[in-house]
């Protein structure tokens, strides 16, 4: 008895998409019933291409050239595809290898500080209704006075601090330095009151410069700005390192 053979093709082909506009390559999935028409539809979503302006070219495994894929009522299925097989896209609409991926075309959008200031449903209308962060005046107004008791307490410190004064300066997480107060009071490059030190080593920052402005004068790396409360004023002589003795 004859016996009849039955070949069942699995709907569903895997494929490699590459395209002119970019140099990444796409894993899809499509059904073999689809159009061409169709797939263009799909890959537009895939590869940015407008589907009107595409061709495609199939290509094998191996990457051997097939065929075009031109018949747009013709059925994916009819063509060649296999598993692992590539589709090549061509945008023929003028687009630029990478131009999807440069965000400086990309229009942005801006809204001013007095329009977003009455949207009710952005962050910061979240956090005036849940009173966070700056919309909470009592917390606001107590970082506020604890910042002008912070400030106070440094400027009575500064001023208890003279010029030419022989100091201590101890630093949280940093080994005690002895040095000589060089300069008290405020700096452009951070608000509040300061205390310049030219230490007795080279444990410094700086030579008395900071951004261009000489606040007083040092070695290289034995100059420091620290807060007044980290400075200690006292006799402290300057150690002997024993650089006279053989």
Known sequence: MDSEITVVTNPVVKVRVTSTLSSFENQSKFNRGITIAELKSKLE??????????????????????????????????????????????DRSGGQMGELLDVSKVEKFEISDDAYDKRTDSARSF?????????????????????????????????AISVGSRCKVEVLGQPVKLGTVMYVGTTDFKPGYWVGVKYDEPLGKHNGTVEGKKYFECGDKYGAFVKPLSVTVGDFPEEDYGLDEM
């Open 45 to 90: 979503l895939i590869v940015g291409a407008p589907a009107s302006f595409m061709d495609l070219d199939i290509f094998s495994v191996s990457g051997k050239f097939l065929q075009k894929m031109d018949d747009n009522e013709a059925l994916l299925g009819s063509y060649p595809v296999d598993d692992n097989c590539r589709i090549h896209v061509i």
């Open 127 to 159: 956090m005036k209704k849940q009173h966070v962060g700056r919309f909470n005046e009592e917390e606001m107004a107590k970082k506020q006075a604890d910042l002008m008791a912070r400030n106070a307490e440094q400027k009575a410190a500064a001023d």
